[in-house]
T-cell receptor, first 114, second 112 residues
Framework: GNSVTQMEGPVTLSEEAFLTINCTYT??????LFWYVQYPGEGLQLLLK?????DKGSNKGFEATYRKETTSFHLEKGSVQVSDSAVYFC?????????????FGKGTHLIIQP | SAVISQKPSRDICQRGTSLTIQCQVD?????MFWYRQQPGQSLTLIAT?????????ESGFVIDKFPISRPNLTFSTLTVSNMSPEDSSIYLC?????????FGPGTRLLVL
């Protein structure tokens, strides 16, 4: 079956540092890949997505590239802010995400210190 | 996107009782999903609910424990039956729209 593995947290960085959160997946076929973010006290929000190999999803300064050869979808941001402190989930869907349930990683708690 | 509400937002229940969680979306959708997020864990899909058909359950989840209704294209309910402390979790509904999936705020359940 499908699975998603992402780096364990918490990850603690200083403001303006470079961020990478690793995500690798196992799936048959060609899944769609997603990053969701859960800010403290809030619900789960779609951050970005990519639906085919070599696609780059981007939003709010975050980027992730769908790498089929390494089955990875690492999340990056060049300069993090305190407001980026949240839990980040990598997820995949066999289809486009609107028609199938998602398989989630365990989540990475990111803490940004001023 | 989609505006999704859930009721109740949280509840404390006694073991052996049942709780029904409601999920309302602001416009019609075909696909609705129910997930569970146990403390400190990731989200796990419970079932997929299409309007007018029986819900499809994932491995490890059964209809007797988690009956689901989907009476129309904007509403669904999940019942957690005969609860035990192991059912203490956050329960989330989500909807599929285009190639994306959007989540409700969740229902935080504590079973004593």
């Amino acid at each position: 079956g499908n699975s998603v593995t992402q780096m364990e947290g918490p990850v603690t960085l200083s403001e303006e540092a470079f961020l990478t959160i690793n995500c690798t997946y196992t799936a048959t076929g060609y899944p769609s890949l997603f990053w969701y973010v859960q800010y403290p006290g809030e619900g789960l929000q779609l951050l970005l997505k990519a639906t085919k190999a070599d696609d780059k999803g981007s939003n709010k300064g975050f980027e992730a590239t769908y790498r089929k050869e390494t089955t990875s979808f690492h999340l990056e941001k060049g300069s993090v802010q305190v407001s980026d402190s949240a839990v980040y989930f990598c997820a995949l869907s066999d289809s486009g995400g609107g028609a199938d349930g998602l398989t989630f990683g365990k989540g990475t708690h990111l803490i940004i210190q001023p | 996107s989609a505006v999704i509400s859930q009721k109740p937002s949280r509840d404390i229940c006694q073991r052996g009782t049942s709780l029904t969680i409601q999920c309302q979306v602001d416009s019609q959708v075909t696909m609705m999903f129910w997930y569970r997020q146990q403390p400190g864990q990731s989200l796990t899909l419970i079932a997929t609910a299409n309007q007018g058909s029986e819900a499809t359950y994932e491995s490890g989840f059964v209809i007797d424990k988690f009956p689901i209704s989907r009476p129309n294209l904007t509403f669904s309910t999940l019942t957690v039956s005969n609860m035990s402390p192991e059912d203490s979790s956050i329960y989330l509904c989500s909807v599929g729209r285009g190639s994306d999936q959007y989540f409700g705020p969740g229902t935080r359940l504590l079973v004593l």
